[in-house]
C-alpha cells in the first residue's frame, strides 16, 4: 500500500503566523494533493500537482501555496495563517494513469489550529 | 450548491444488518464515482470505485450507479463495529489521465453492537 507521511501532526500558530505542512510520498506516484477536511464540507481541494515543479490550483486555494519540490515531497505553504485555516488537512498521492490510477492513498493528516 | 451531495448526514444500524446510503452529482461531467472511508483519526482510504451502470459488489459491500441521474448508492451487507466510520462519495469528470476528485460532505455510519 502507498506510504503518505504528513507532517507536523499537530500546530498551534496565531493569526498572521507562517505554516508549513509537508507531504512525502514513497510509491512513485505522479500525482500529489492537498485537501483540507472540515465538518459539513468534507474534504475540499486546495492545490494539486502532476511532477516537480507543477502545480494546479484547486477549489479553495486562497491563502494557500504549494509547491512540488521533488516527486516524493509536497509542501503546503500558510503565509498570514487565519482562524478560517484551522482545518485538518490532507495530503495524498495518486498514480495518475487510467482509471484506476485515480486511486488516491492518504496520509494521515495534519491538525492546524490558528489562535 | 455542492457538486458532489451525500444523504443522509449520519445513519444508526444495528449490528448484522444492513446499511445503505446515497451520493448525487449536480454536474454531468461527472461520470466516475469512488467511496471512501475514514475511521476516526485516520486518513481516508479508497473502499471501491464503479463507472458502468448498474451494481458492483466486493465483499459485503455493493454499489449501485444509475448515470442518467447521476445517483450512486452503498450498501453495506451484514454491518460490523469495524464499518462505523465516515464514508465519503468522491468523483471526477475525465478518463485517460488523472484530474482531481471532488469529494462530498460524508455520511456517518455508527453500527450498534
Known amino acids: 500500500e502507498a506510504a503518505v507521511t504528513q507532517s507536523p501532526r499537530n500546530k498551534v500558530t496565531v493569526t498572521g503566523g507562517n505554516v508549513t505542512l509537508s507531504c512525502r510520498q514513497t510509491?512513485?506516484?505522479?500525482?500529489m494533493y492537498w485537501y483540507r477536511q472540515d465538518t459539513g464540507h468534507g474534504l475540499r481541494l486546495i492545490h494539486y500537482s502532476y511532477g516537480a515543479g507543477n502545480l494546479q490550483i484547486g477549489d479553495v486555494p486562497d491563502g494557500y501555496k504549494a509547491t512540488r519540490t521533488t516527486q516524493e515531497d509536497f509542501f503546503l505553504l500558510l503565509e498570514l495563517a487565519s482562524p478560517s485555516q484551522t482545518s485538518l488537512y490532507f495530503c495524498?498521492?495518486?498514480?495518475?494513469?487510467?482509471?484506476?490510477?485515480?486511486?488516491?492513498?492518504f496520509g494521515e493528516g495534519s491538525r492546524l489550529i490558528v489562535v | 450548491q455542492q457538486k458532489v451531495q451525500q444523504s443522509p448526514e449520519s445513519l444508526s444500524v444495528p449490528e448484522g444488518g444492513m446499511a445503505s446510503f446515497n451520493c448525487t452529482s449536480s454536474?454531468?461531467?461527472?461520470?466516475y464515482f469512488w467511496w471512501y472511508r475514514q475511521h476516526s483519526g485516520e486518513g481516508p482510504k479508497a473502499l471501491m470505485?464503479?463507472?458502468?451502470?448498474g451494481d458492483k459488489k466486493e465483499g459485503r459491500f455493493t454499489a449501485h450507479l444509475n448515470k442518467a441521474s447521476l445517483h450512486v448508492s452503498l450498501h453495506i451487507r451484514d454491518s460490523q463495529p469495524s464499518d462505523s466510520a465516515l464514508y465519503f462519495c468522491?468523483?471526477?469528470?475525465?478518463?485517460?489521465?488523472?484530474?482531481?476528485?471532488?469529494f462530498g460532505s460524508g455520511t456517518k455510519v455508527i453500527v450498534l453492537p
Open positions: 468522491a468523483a471526477r469528470a475525465q478518463t485517460g489521465f488523472a484530474s482531481a476528485l471532488t
Open positions: 510509491n512513485s506516484h505522479n500525482y
Open positions: 495524498a498521492s495518486s498514480g495518475g494513469q487510467g482509471n484506476s490510477g485515480n486511486t488516491l492513498y
Open positions: 470505485s464503479i463507472f458502468s451502470d
Open positions: 454536474d454531468r461531467n461527472f461520470q
